[in-house]
């Protein structure tokens, strides 16, 4: 079966981003970026299942203007076998980056398609449930495992009480969370053989789809930041001081 | 203007986080009605109708809803999205899971974890791990919202709405539940302790984490931990606070062996009161917290338990 895996190249999570002066955005000039995180354990699910034998092809999709194109050799890198990028200069609302991928999906048929729960930059956590939607497919976000079983995938959920198994028909949406795999590093020769293999490039605009925004960034301002504290000279200090200074304990 | 907030349970008890909600929906204005769907969750029902500034509580009440499977969830709250200008979720897992597929079924964009509302078409959400705070218009008629629990204060419980029953099913049929495998403990809900004890790296393993215990117990706090302890696999998922794990913002938050990773501190640097025990005195953890103890949290930990 084929496996779908929609990525985005977000900033690096090590890197902690400024807000521009005049609060119109986050300053991205000259900041590392790197494929998310929950994509890259996408990328690294899709894989194993190739690997195990359940998977016959790994395609990678992106939606961005060229520079997202390391990202996908990135995946490619790491076991896909090709890759799509939908380009577009805009930033794009999570319903209308559904749309363009619910195109792919109609396009390439895919049995399972894997993504992040969450992109690290936007922090909306929807994608993947609007394309389920879109595509009228079962969901299991938040994965921790997911098996496939003939014409069906299990996946182990990670919900706020514990863990959650459901049955999916498939073709099936996957959404990933951190435990379920962690994700290899891409060998030199792979990094090199990535190069060469096909990515092909589709403007945004031949798919028909209304892009038009949903919603205004108004403005965009740092967080409050909290007073310095003290360092206390030990544990007496710290119990007199949550007791009488903050009474926050009895 | 009317408003459907949806009601986050276990089919016997309402979470207090709905209040939280409720007050959202407040803080936007409006006729406010909560929907309760789950199955034999009749118990919730009436929870429910004593929230105040409710006016009608509408009850789904079906085994296609017991699990609140995204699919059949979805469905129903499409179907009822005709009378409502503003739906709202907590951001929690099952509203996070179903809301956005709510959303692109009704074609509108969804408006995640906000903090704040502005105006009833601007509302204020945290960005990159909470490192940039946002203000976003919908553009859309209809707005669907999910709501951080953090942002607001709960509202009280001495009204009465009217019960109505759905007796509508709406059974998507792709997908069913298999198992749940709760954790179960017998300490408060990380989401609404007052008080918070977590761990990290520097807690070595699984097993020392018992030195949280002790102090948890004394205390009546909940234990968390960060990414980095649940990536080494001392202790589950669920336990994970931060910018991918769960937001809390108790009165009290002891952080363990943390150093404060920027993704860490998305999920706590709302805490009233953060307490930090760390052997490292330059760890980032420090210029959050409001009091820090360097030292060895071997040392510091036994300490604290025996002398609180």
Known sequence: MKVLVPIKRVIDYNVKVRVKADNSNVDLANVKMAINPFCEIAVEEAVRLKE????????????GDK?????????LALGADRAIQIETDEKLDALNIAKL????????????????????????????????ALTGMPQGTFASVVKVEGDKVNVTREVDSGLQTVSLNLPAIVTTDLRLNEPRYASLPNIMKAKRK???VKPAADFGVDLSPRSKL?????PATRKAGIIVDGVDTLIEKLRNEAKVIS | MSILVFAEHDNSTLKADTLKTVAAAQAI??????????????????????????????????????????ENISLLVTELAADYEHILATALTTGKNFMPR??????????SDIIAVESSDTFVRPIYAGNAIATVQSLDSKKIITVRSTGFDPVGTDGSAEVVAIESVTDAGISTHVSDELSVSERPDLGAASIVISG??????????KLLEGIADKLGAAIGASRAAVDAGFVPNDMQVGQTGKIVAPDLYIAVGISGAIQHLAGMKDSKIIVAINKDAEAPIFQVADYGIVGDLFDVLPELEGKL
């Open chain 1, 52 to 63: 195990a034998g359940i998977a016959t092809e790994v395609i990678a999709v992106s939606i």
């Open chain 1, 67 to 75: 520079s997202c194109q390391e990202q996908l050799r990135t995946a």
């Open chain 1, 101 to 132: 991928l619910q195109k792919i999906v109609e396009e390439e048929q895919p049995q399972l398609v894997i993504l992040g729960k969450q992109s690290i930059d936007s922090d909306n956590n929807q994608t993947g449930q609007m394309l389920a």
């Open chain 1, 198 to 200: 096909p990515l092909v």
């Open chain 1, 218 to 222: 108004i403005k965009v301002v740092p």
């Open chain 2, 29 to 70: 204005g409006g006729d406010i009605h909560i929907l309760v769907a789950g199955s034999d969750c009749q118990s919730v029902a009436q929870e429910a109708a004593k929230v105040n500034g409710v006016s009608k509580v509408l009850v789904a009440d079906n085994p296609a809803y017991q699990h609140q499977l995204a």
């Open chain 2, 102 to 111: 709510v959303a692109a079924l009704l074609d509108v964009a969804q408006i």
């Open chain 2, 200 to 209: 990290g790296r520097g807690m070595q393993n699984g097993d020392n984490f």
